[in-house]
Every structure is written in C-alpha cells, then in structure tokens.
C-alpha cells in the first residue's frame, strides 16, 4: 500500500495493524480512533490530519509530516518519531512514553 492517497478520508475506527503505509497521503483524513500499532508511517504526509485516540503504539513516523494533526488522547508509546514535522500539532493528552523524538520539529509547550 506504498504512496497512495486518503486525503479527507474517513478512516473512523480503520485497523491498519502492522501496515506498510510508507509515504501514503492522510491530509485531512480522519483517523479517530484508528488502530494503527507498528504500522510503517515512514515519510508519510498526515497534514491536518485528524487521530484523536489513535493506537500508534510502536509505529515507525521517520521523517512523517503531521502539521496541523490532532493527535489528541493518542497513544503513542514507543513510536519513532525521528525527524517528523509536529508543528502546530495538538498532542493534549497524548502518551509519548518511549517515543522517539529525535530532531522532531515539536509544537510550542
């Protein structure tokens, strides 16, 4: 499922358990909810996207633009981060536990 498009989509509730969703396009979409554990996000574009409550446990965001994402209440417990683009993110509530975080671009406490 490599570089497709699901801008504006609605993926409510959609199990992408240990999918390989490399540089697939979410802006706009809506995730809430989505199970998304070790799914590979890597450089995957989610601008604007919505992930309020999303299980990314362990999921693989290398280098993943999530400008603009609501990130809200989701569970992100030992996902890799690296390099990814959080600006203007909203992650109140969100479990960072074990992520990675290396050279993310985070939004302003």
């Not at 992408?16 to 199970?35: K, Q, S, V, Y």
């Amino acid at each position: 499922m490599r570089g497709f498009s699901f801008n504006s989509a609605n993926l409510v509730g959609a199990k992408f358990l240990r999918t390989d969703l490399t540089r697939g396009e979410f802006d706009f979409a809506n995730l809430t909810n989505a199970n998304l554990i070790r799914a590979d996000l890597t450089r995957a574009v989610l601008r604007g996207a919505v992930l309020r409550g999303a299980d990314l446990r362990g999921a693989d965001l290398k280098a993943a633009l999530l400008i603009g994402a609501d990130l809200s209440g989701a569970n992100l417990t030992d996902a890799d981060l690296t390099d990814a683009d959080l600006t203007g993110a909203n992650l109140t509530g969100a479990n960072l536990t074990g992520a990675d975080l290396t050279g993310a671009d985070l939004p302003p406490p």
